[in-house]
């Protein structure tokens, strides 16, 4: 068992910590702040995914992230933002430690829910569409007949 842990300060750029990571061989490292404590911790992979990510969003910067399935049911991508779901929504849902629908659904749940697992909120049903390890992909939002959302324009 390895008794030697790699530790990187919370502020560390992402450029120079992969470079780091990639010299000394480290999968991964301990985050700690500016008082030494353990704030969380990254991995290789981690890194990985952010820049990946990024490419990616910036390539799929003109896909949709919603789409109207039928009358007050609307199939929405996990990485809409809480602000334009709401303005196209009408959701109302709040402000929280989230910018996602993703993070929304995970911060109801305290957990990353499963495939098919619905979640009400308000009245409006989510229901997991799509979902991995990490991340929500795809939901389902379900307005019941009374609470019924046209979408706003730009459809």
Known sequence: ????????????????????????????????????????????????????????????????????????RYLINGRMKIDDLNQILLTGLPEGNYETLGGFLIHQVGRIPLRRERIEFNGIIFVVENADQKSIREVLV?????LERPLTQNT
């Open 1 to 72: 068992m390895r008794t030697d842990v790699f530790y990187v300060p919370e502020t560390k750029k992402v450029g120079p910590l992969l470079m780091d990571m990639q010299r000394k061989r480290e999968h991964m490292a301990v985050v700690v702040d500016e008082y030494g404590g353990a704030v969380g911790i990254v991995t290789v992979e981690d890194i990985g995914e952010e820049i990946i990510g990024s490419i990616d969003e910036e390539y799929n910067k003109g896909e949709k992230l919603y789409k109207m399935m039928s009358p007050g």
């Open 142 to 146: 379900v307005f019941p007949p009374k």
